[in-house]
């Protein structure tokens, strides 16, 4: 699905809150870091983790 964002373990995704899906019904649209690619991201598939600069290696 197009619409659906690609990612991989350790992949930083930086959440788009635009509205267009919504976190209660278990979705988010987010930004890869490393591919710049926007997507629908399942809030079960990933940790969301409340930082203000980049994580460490050893925290991905």
């Given at each position: 699905d197009?619409?659906?964002?690609?990612?991989?373990?350790g992949?930083?995704?930086?959440?788009?809150k635009?509205?267009?899906?919504?976190s209660?019904?278990?979705w988010i649209?987010?930004?890869?870091?490393?591919?710049?690619?926007?997507?629908?991201v399942?809030?079960?598939?990933?940790?969301?983790?409340?930082?203000?600069?980049?994580?460490?290696e050893?925290t991905?």
């Amino acid at each position: 699905d197009p619409a659906l964002l690609s990612y991989r373990r350790g992949d930083v995704l930086y959440i788009i809150k635009d509205g267009e899906y919504s976190s209660d019904e278990g979705w988010i649209k987010a930004r890869n870091e490393r591919t710049s690619q926007t997507g629908a991201v399942s809030l079960d598939a990933i940790r969301i983790l409340p930082l203000l600069s980049r994580p460490t290696e050893e925290t991905l």
